[in-house]
């Protein structure tokens, strides 16, 4: 369900404890928001009327409220990401601690647009806080749903670690002649989050719906999704568009990530797989294998990481030295 009411009493009245499996929010970020236009000269004719702004000097309380909420409806395992301008972002810091939330990164989203200017740097990102209650140890991350740990970008670096980055290159989308809400967030950013942080049918809200992006591309990825919107006028006309979109529609152009060579990888050693592993490792070397070849094939055999099987021969290689007394002295 998606609700025409401000997120803070709505949240209050609509959603229970404790139901909510992934928060995705761009709240209003008080920079005189419904008066951007006039900075970036932008023509204004297919933007959606009635943008609220919140006044700054009621940011700081307005977003300890909110931000309550989302401790409130978000499940034990859940995550929120919260997107924010760095103006007052000091104020959603402070909401997140005063509310027991706990930052697991502070992403920085580079986009492809910023207000040219001549007497400072010129702003092109956005900060994005993923976060999670702070007494919970366990939060719901699919490590995988993108990329195996095997595969490899172009320049052969790991395409898995170069995803998990906490610098994310994305460029906003522009939607020359179309109607549109004042500000909406990529899909290629919304997926991202989604695919990461929730599983199928998961319910996912924002508690800014404004253009109702995390709601269709929640329901694009098979997921539920609720949240709120106070603009009446943008409600109105994004309420209908969302029900056109066909769930789980994005799956058919999802890439599937490779699999997973690394299968045991974070799984314990036992001393039968320890046992198998040196012994496997003797007969590679009497076939002359060099160690780089040993431990590639060693990988793919055990589905463990290189630097797991080093480990574990480099251990060994020790103790054989300490029992023959090369390393005590005796």
Request: net charge positive; with cysteine; proline share 2%.
């Amino acid at each position: 369900m998606y609700y025409n009411e401000d997120c803070i009493s709505g949240s209050k009245e609509h959603l229970k404890d404790g139901t909510i499996d992934l928060i995705i929010t761009d709240p209003p970020f008080a920079i005189s928001g419904d008066k951007l236009h006039k900075h970036y000269n932008r023509d204004e004719k297919y933007v959606i009327d009635g943008y609220i702004e919140i006044p700054v000097d009621q940011y700081r309380d307005f977003s300890i409220d909110w931000i309550a909420q989302a401790h409130r409806i978000l499940k034990n395992d859940g995550s929120m990401y919260i997107v924010s301008g760095w103006s007052n972002l000091s104020d959603i810091l402070l909401a997140l601690e005063q509310n027991k939330f706990k930052i697991i990164n502070h992403i920085i989203w580079k986009y492809n647009f910023g207000v040219y200017t001549k007497k400072k740097y010129v702003t092109s990102h956005y900060h994005i806080l993923y976060c999670k209650k702070q007494n919970n140890k366990k939060v719901k991350f699919n490590t995988h749903c993108r990329f195996a740990p095997s595969e490899k970008t172009e320049n052969n670096g790991s395409a898995l670690y170069s995803d998990l980055e906490d610098v994310w290159i994305i460029n906003r989308e522009y939607k020359h002649g179309k109607t549109k809400n004042k500000n909406q967030l990529p899909i290629k950013l919304l997926k991202k989050m989604i695919l990461y942080s929730s599983d199928e049918n998961d319910l996912v809200c924002d508690l800014f719906l404004g253009s109702f992006s995390t709601a269709k591309v929640a329901r694009a990825l098979n997921r539920n999704s609720t949240g709120f919107e106070i603009n009446s006028e943008a409600f109105n006309y994004q309420i209908n568009k969302i029900e056109t979109i066909e769930r789980g529609c994005m799956f058919k152009d999802l890439k599937i990530p490779e699999r997973n060579v690394y299968f045991n990888q974070g799984k314990p050693w036992s001393e039968k797989d320890i046992e198998k592993l040196l012994t496997r490792y003797g007969a590679l070397k009497k076939e002359r294998y060099s160690d780089k070849e040993s431990f590639e094939i060693l990988s793919m055999e055990f589905g463990r990481g290189r630097f797991s099987i080093l480990n574990i021969i480099k251990a060994h290689k020790i103790k054989n030295l300490e029992d023959d007394g090369k390393l005590t002295g005796n």
